[in-house]
T-cell receptor
Framework: KNQVEQSPQSLIILEGKNCTLQ??????????LRWYKQDTGRGPVSLTI?????NTKSNGRYTATLDADTKQSSLHITASQLSDSASYIC??????????????FGTGTRLQVTL | ETGVTQTPRHLVMGMTNKKSLKCEQH?????MYWYKQSAKKPLELMFV???????ENNSVPSRFSPECPNSSHLFLHLHTLQPEDSALYLC???????????FGQGTRLTVV
């Protein structure tokens, strides 16, 4: 069964600090992995998308890494800001032979940045 | 804005009511989706439409009825819901089936 597990479930950090969120998956065959940011009461917004051959990808202060061998991904946030407070969701896409890719969602990490 | 608009943003309905959620995308995408997001649970895919044709129905109760009149609009018709159906309902669209999804703001549904 395809699964995506994220850790920690929640995290509180001080403004200006860095943090790293983890995503472990058992999705197979792997197609790509995406990180989404979801502000409270809003829909998720895509941050990065990574395919099998990509090890790292950055989007401003967000840097995602992917280790396809260990089936792990991380999202590193540098110099956090209050506006980074949100849920971060890891989504892994599997190739579904004969049809299209299937998405498996993690439960998300709830990040709170405080003064 | 992501180009996907959902209305209403908030909805409170009784268990005997009938209501509809609306989703509209201005991105020219071919696929549209309904997701349910409950507290502390992963997003649950409910329905998938590709070029106005339903391609997936993930064991969703019949009290939820989708409608896709054209490639830009998607509805979710609700009737005789239960309190456990209270959740954030998200609509999304993507260029092709199961490619990168663009989400709407969601409708926060409360069933009383």
């Amino acid at each position: 069964k395809n699964q995506v597990e994220q850790s920690p479930q929640s995290l509180i950090i001080l403004e200006g600090k860095n943090c790293t969120l983890q995503c472990n998956y058992t999705v197979s065959p792997f197609s790509n992995l995406r990180w989404y940011k979801q502000d409270t009461g809003r829909g998720p917004v895509s941050l990065t998308i990574m395919t099998f051959s990509e090890n790292t990808k950055s989007n401003g202060r967000y840097t995602a890494t992917l280790d396809a061998d260990t089936k792990q991904s991380s999202l590193h946030i540098t110099a956090s800001q209050l506006s980074d407070s949100a849920s971060y969701i890891c989504v892994v896409s599997a190739l579904d032979p004969g049809t299209a890719s299937k998405l498996t969602f993690g439960t998300g990490t709830r990040l709170q940045v405080t003064l | 804005e992501t180009g996907v608009t959902q209305t209403p943003r908030h909805l409170v309905m009784g268990m005997t009511n009938k209501k509809s959620l609306k989703c509209e995308q201005h991105l020219g995408h071919n696929a549209m989706y309904w997701y349910k997001q409950s507290a502390k649970k992963p997003l649950e895919l409910m329905f998938v439409y590709s070029l106005e044709e339903r391609v997936e129905n993930n064991s969703v109760p019949s009290r939820f009825s989708p409608e896709c009149p054209n490639s830009s609009h998607l509805f979710l018709h609700l009737h005789t819901l239960q309190p456990e159906d209270s959740a954030l309902y998200l609509c999304a669209s993507s260029p092709k089936l199961h490619t990168e999804a663009f989400f709407g703001q969601g409708t926060r549904l409360t069933v009383v």
